[in-house]
């Protein structure tokens, strides 16, 4: 059965450090892996990767991927409280026809 | 503006009650589906549709309809079978075949008393 994982489930922080967010996946017919942010309703899509070993990076946050050990990290760097919000990793499992979704870790920022 | 239009964002409903869910969008994307949310649990894939008149059963098929009339529009039926309808339900589209991300609406919440 596809599986994705992500650890830690919850993780509270304060103001200015630096988290990495675990995914982990055991998919049929692996295409990408998604990261999103979802703070009340719609998540909002921050990375898309395909290749193992480069990264994406977009201000503080930064992603990279390994086909190899089938895990990708979600770095956040000096965090701010509105990085909280609960991100969601997700595999493209089959050409678009299945994204399968981890739980999503839960990040508090506290002030 | 384009996006993903779901309504209502917020419906109750009785037990043995259809309900339907819109989803309207105006990205000319091909690809629409239907998620539901749980606390504590991830986004969990009830229909997909990848071309107009097509349309496939995810994991949670169970007590749902969809139908695909037009490219636009994607509706949800949950049926009197669903045994636990209350959830907060996502819709999203994407251009298909595994050729970019998920763009997902607003949401809506059905609580079933």
């Known amino acids: 059965e596809d599986k994705v994982v992500q650890s830690p489930l919850s993780l509270v922080v304060h103001e200015g450090d630096t988290v990495t967010l675990n995914c982990s996946y055991e998919v049929t017919n692996f295409r990408s892996l998604l990261w999103y942010k979802q703070e009340k309703k719609a998540p909002t899509f921050l990375f898309m990767l395909?290749?193992?070993?480069i990264e994406k990076k977009s201000g503080r946050l930064s992603s990279i991927l390994d086909k190899k050990e089938l895990f990708s990290i979600l770095n956040i760097t000096a965090t701010q409280t509105g990085d909280s919000a609960v991100y969601l990793c997700a595999v493209d499992d089959n050409y678009g026809q299945n994204f399968v979704f981890g739980p999503g870790t839960r990040l508090s920022v506290l002030p | 503006d384009g996006g993903i239009t779901q309504s209502p964002k917020y419906l109750f409903r009785k037990e043995g009650q259809n309900v339907t869910l819109s989803c309207e969008q105006n990205?000319?994307?091909?690809?629409m589906y239907w998620y539901r949310q749980d606390p504590g649990q991830g986004l969990r894939l009830i229909y997909y549709?990848?071309?107009?008149?097509d349309f496939q059963k995810g994991d949670i098929a169970e007590g749902y309809s969809v139908s695909r009339e037009k490219k636009e529009s994607f509706p949800l039926t949950v049926t009197s079978a669903q045994k636990n309808p209350t959830a907060f339900y996502l819709c999203?589209?994407?251009w298909g075949f595994g050729t970019g991300e998920l763009f997902f609406g607003e949401g809506s919440r059905l609580t079933v008393l």
């Open positions: 395909t290749s193992s070993g």
């Open positions: 999203a589209s994407s």
């Open positions: 990205l000319n994307h091909d690809a």
């Open positions: 549709s990848q071309i107009v008149n």
